[in-house]
């Protein structure tokens, strides 16, 4: 019989009491499992907070008026950057905590900051720029990173510009800083910022203090002292104040016109230009003359940049706006001087009429060089005494009538090079002593006679070459020692030529291609060599040519294709005649040869179809070759007993010769076949009992003669 076990009511009642226990703890431990994973999700997502320590520092020295604020205000911010990081990430003041706008890249660990901050910062594309203002930075912030809190700590105590604090302003009075410049970019590149600069000149109102503060240094350092430069009301005030050296954080302060200090007043000068792109120019100058510097440079105008200095400006100094393509046109000042070396050189765009001041006694070497676009007219001033080399190399567009005042005693090689524009005639002043190489060259619209005064020595090498529109009678005075080379080549509407007797040399291409000159032409005995091509083709030459005894030399090509020439006597005193001299003088029809020169070279009488008789002179041991190529109307020729040899194509094509006298007993060697081809078979005039050995020679196939000399 099985034995049943049995539960009281009791027990079934305690039964249900635990199992509602339990039920309700494994609620609890659900309850509790799940408030835990929240709690540790909450905490997972919380970001750190920024904490930022941003002091600024006072400035350097003892600050006597208007105190630095070193609090912030709200709205002020600050621009950082860390590592390698191109951009900045910024914090923002409340007005009681830094608000930041979290970098990109989070910071973790810890690390260095640099930081900027200025009144007026603009962010760019490459960092910020600025208006006038304060502006500090540092290059040693530090920050900490941790889960919860990020410290940067920035202590904002390195200025770029000093402070300069004016007192004694009226509220709202306007005031003007200038000789100073101000920042105007920054850039930063891993560990460092690169400030840029501008010269400005810097205006500010009267605070309510009666004070003016401006954020600048000085353009140039002036060692030990300062120098300040003030506008008020448009009157100028300066004043030094030694030992107070203005630098970077730096702030002086300075009380303005009272009675124990007093400032001092100035009238500066201005130079205004304008630019092709509207923007300014960097100068290479601080100085416009002895008492003259720079205190602001400045743009005052649509496209309009002003200089202006502290004193008169009576100078441009050497490269000043040397190769300044921009420049589009320039204002001088009326008390200008000088001009200086390469001042506007390389100046391509500057467009504008020149106007040089009244004043101006020297415009230096190259001073316009290659300004290719100013126009005219040029007016030189009744001041001036030099003109520097180069002085208006290739102005081609410079117009007007060319007058040089009569006080220049000097104008340098080139000054007028290619003015091909100018025009008018040409007088060289009195106290000219040199005309120096390519001083007009090419100036081909200078019209009428030109006037060379005596005291000048020498006309340099192309010094007029190319002044083709030069006309009437051009008188070489008897100072002058020295024509060089192309001096008046292709001068070609000069139409008379005198030459005084002075002149030593006349150099190669002297007169090459002067094609208006006509009548006859004297050769005067002072000079000793007629060079190279000198009077090539002077075609409107006729004659005589007379050539003085003096002379000793006569060099190639000398009078080649002056083909109205009819008569030419070549003195005794000349030594050497050189080849082709008398090329192409076709119309020469009498010419005596007294020179004693031992040689014919080739082809000196090349083409005188004129000539009908010809006597060579009794030294010439030898005929060139060619010497007398073409003269076709020579009937006769006498060749003297000193004579040797005569080379090829001597006499080639002289059609018309009858008659040669050959008074050597021993035949001329008759270098090459062609000593006589084209000419006829003429009559060969030998002495008494030379036939036979003539006959045994080249000579051979004339109709030989005996003739008693």
């Known amino acids: ?62 600050v006597a008026t208007k105190a630095v604020k070193n609090n912030w205000n709200e709205g002020d911010e600050l621009y950082i950057w860390y590592d390698d990081e191109a951009e900045p990430f910024r914090a923002t003041y409340t007005g009681e905590i830094w608000d930041v706008t979290p970098p990109a890249k989070e910071l973790t660990g810890t690390g260095r900051l640099y930081a900027v901050y200025g009144e007026s910062a603009t962010p760019t594309a490459n960092g910020l720029s600025f208006q006038q203002g304060e502006i500090c930075y540092t290059t040693a912030g530090t920050y900490t990173a941790t889960s919860r809190e990020i410290v940067l700590n920035l202590p904002m105590t390195q200025r770029p510009q000093g402070r300069i604090v004016l007192t004694g302003i009226s509220t709202g009075e306007e005031l003007s800083l200038q000789k100073m ?149 320039i204002a001088l000042p009326e008390e200008l001087k000088v001009i200086g070396d390469q001042s506007f050189k390389g100046c391509s765009f500057l467009d504008c009429s020149l106007a040089i001041p009244n004043e101006v006694t020297i415009i230096g070497y190259e001073a316009f060089s290659d300004c290719i676009s100013l126009t005219g007219p040029l007016t030189l001033p009744k001041s001036l005494t030099k003109i520097g080399s180069g002085a208006f190399r290739e102005c081609n567009r410079l117009t007007g009538s060319l007058a040089i005042p009569e006080g220049v005693t000097e104008i340098g090689g080139g000054a007028f090079f290619y003015c091909k524009n100018l025009t008018g005639s040409v007088t060289i002043p009195q106290g000219i002593t040199t005309i120096e190489s390519y001083t007009f060259w090419n100036c081909g619209n200078l019209t009428g006679p030109l ?56 150099g190669e291409h002297a007169f090459f291609g002067c094609r208006g000159l006509s009548g006859s032409l004297t050769i005067p005995g002072s000079v000793q060599v007629v060079g190279n091509y000198a009077f090539s083709g002077c075609n409107s030459l006729t004659g005589p040519l007379t050539i003085a005894e003096g002379v000793t030399e006569i060099g190639y090509y000398a009078f080649e294709n002056c083909n109205s020439l009819n008569a030419v006597t070549i003195p005794k005193s000349v030594m050497k005649i050189g080849s082709c001299a008398f090329h192409s003088c076709s119309s020469l029809t009498a010419l005596t040869i007294l020179a004693e020169i031992t040689e014919i070279e080739s082809q000196v009488f090349f083409g005188c ?74 009559r060969l005039h030998v002495p008494t009992g030379c036939t036979e050995v003539y006959s045994r020679t080249a000579w051979h196939y004339t109709d030989i003669i005996e003739t008693e000399f």
Request: include cysteine; charged fraction near 20%; proline fraction near 4%.
């Open 181 to 329: 410049q101000s920042v105007q970019t920054v850039s930063y590149t891993p560990g460092k910022f690169d400030f840029t600069w501008k010269a400005n000149t810097l205006s500010a109102v009267g605070d309510a203090d009666n004070t003016v503060a401006f954020y600048c240094l000085p353009l140039s350092d002036a060692g030990s002292n300062t120098t300040l430069y003030v506008e008020q009301n448009g009157t100028q005030y300066k004043r030094t104040f030694d030992n107070k050296k203005f630098t970077a954080n730096k702030s002086i302060t300075v009380t303005f016109q009272n009675d124990s200090e007093v400032w001092t007043k100035y009238n500066g000068s201005k130079i205004v230009y304008t630019t092709t792109d509207g923007k300014i120019l960097s100068i290479k100058t601080t100085y416009f003359g002895t008492n003259a510097q720079v205190i602001s440079h400045n743009q005052t105008g649509e496209n309009e940049f002003t200089i202006e200095c502290d004193g008169t400006i009576t100078e441009i100094p050497s490269q000043a706006f040397y190769n300044q393509t921009t420049l589009k046109s």
């Open 609 to 682: 179809s004129g000539l009908t008789s010809l006597t060579i002179p009794d030294e010439v041991t030898k005929i060139g070759n060619g010497a007398f190529v073409g003269c076709s109307g020579l009937t006769t020729v006498t060749i003297p007993e000193s004579v040797t040899e005569i080379e090829d194509r001597a006499f080639r094509g002289c059609s018309s010769l009858a008659d040669v006298f050959c008074k050597p007993a021993t035949p001329p060697s008759l270098i090459g076949y062609d000593v006589f081809l084209y000419t006829p078979k003429f």
């Open 1 to 62: 019989m099985k034995k049943r076990i049995g539960i009281d009511r009791n027990g079934i009642k305690h039964m249900k009491t635990y199992t509602h226990i339990l039920s309700r703890l494994v609620v609890l431990c659900c309850m509790a499992l799940a408030a835990g994973c929240q709690k540790e999700l909450e905490t997972a997502t919380i970001q750190p907070k920024y904490r930022v320590n941003a002091v600024k520092g006072g400035y350097d020295g003892v």
């Open 451 to 506: 006037t060379i005064p005596e005291g000048v020595t020498k006309i340099g090498a192309r010094a007029f070459m190319g002044c083709s529109n030069l006309t009437g009678t051009l008188t070489i005075p008897e100072s002058v020692t020295t024509i060089e080379d192309a001096a008046f080549q292709y001068c070609s509407d000069f139409t008379n030529l005198n030459i005084s007797d002075g002149v030593v040399l006349i």
